[in-house]
């Protein structure tokens, strides 16, 4: 999978390069590019933002340097592209894993107040929300969605581990978890958990889990 990430804050996604993310992409099983869309701003200052049409406090990214930068990256619009935003539908593990089956996506961060809708209307195919309350920027949910679907590509983590998180597209979320040692400060790993009883364990397990 190649996924490109559009935003005027590269050095935030530091992230990406740690842990099940970097073992990925070490294995080629992923390629994440980070692109400054400022690089296609007009002018000799590259503005990226402007005051609001029809008053409003804050600054609005423009249309002009995302549209270009986007046609430029994909000019046959072979990736899926994705606008993060509170103001859509609710990121959900189903999702999740019908985009981890797409070759190409590209996610573009949004800031400051907004994005000129003409961007969105030119280029992006979805909008995500990762949930209904308002951060400065769309970096940190590029990087939810990037690890959440990085987790689901085949050869990432165990497929027993993929299985357990597939229940969560019923509303069924695991049960707690418990390891060594057998007690600590008064509390004990439930005895069904020792009990090398699997259909138990499994019936255990399933009463155990979150509904939501």
Same mark, same amino acid.
């Given at each position: 999978?190649?996924?490109?990430?559009?935003?005027?804050?590269?050095?935030?996604?530091?992230?990406?390069?740690?842990?099940?993310?970097?073992?990925?992409?070490?294995? *080629?099983?992923?390629?994440?590019?980070?692109?400054?869309?400022?690089?296609?701003?007009?002018?000799?200052?590259?503005?990226?933002?402007?005051?609001?049409?029809?008053?409003?406090?804050?600054m609005v990214l423009m249309a002009?340097?995302?549209?270009?930068?986007?046609?430029?990256?994909?000019?046959?619009?072979?990736?899926?592209?994705?606008?993060?935003?509170?103001?859509?539908?609710?990121?959900?593990?189903?999702?999740?894993?019908?985009?981890?089956?797409?070759?190409?996506?590209?996610?573009?961060? *949004?800031?400051?107040?907004?994005?000129?809708?003409?961007?969105?209307?030119l280029c992006i195919d979805e909008?995500?929300?990762?949930? @209904?309350?308002?951060?400065?920027?769309? @970096?940190?949910?590029?990087?939810?969605?990037?690890?959440?679907?990085?987790?689901?590509?085949?050869?990432?983590?165990?497929?027993?581990?993929?299985?357990?998180?597939?229940?969560?597209?019923?509303?069924v979320w695991e049960h707690p978890?418990?390891?060594?040692?057998?007690?600590?400060?008064?509390?004990?790993?439930? @005895?069904?958990?020792?009990? *090398?009883?699997? *259909? @138990?364990?499994?019936?255990?397990?399933?009463?155990?889990?979150?509904?939501?």
């Amino acid at each position: 999978m190649k996924i490109i990430i559009l935003s005027l804050f590269p050095d935030m996604f530091g992230p990406l390069d740690h842990s099940i993310v970097k073992r990925a992409k070490e294995k *080629g099983l992923v390629d994440i590019q980070v692109i400054n869309f400022r690089d296609w701003a007009a002018g000799k200052h590259k503005q990226v933002d402007d005051t609001p049409c029809g008053g409003g406090a804050g600054m609005v990214l423009m249309a002009q340097p995302i549209v270009d930068c986007i046609e430029a990256l994909d000019p046959n619009h072979k990736f899926h592209r994705i606008f993060l935003t509170p103001g859509a539908k609710t990121l959900m593990q189903q999702r999740v894993g019908e985009l981890a089956k797409l070759p190409n996506l590209l996610l573009l961060c *949004g800031h400051y107040e907004g994005v000129d809708q003409r961007a969105i209307d030119l280029c992006i195919d979805e909008k995500i929300s990762i949930g @209904e309350y308002v951060l400065t920027g769309g @970096e940190l949910p590029a990087m939810v969605l990037v690890d959440s679907i990085i987790r689901q590509i085949p050869g990432v983590i165990k497929e027993e581990s993929i299985q357990n998180e597939s229940h969560s597209e019923l509303g069924v979320w695991e049960h707690p978890q418990y390891t060594k040692p057998r007690e600590f400060r008064g509390l004990t790993v439930p @005895e069904v958990l020792l009990s *090398g009883n699997h *259909g @138990e364990i499994n019936k255990w397990k399933k009463d155990n889990s979150v509904i939501s």
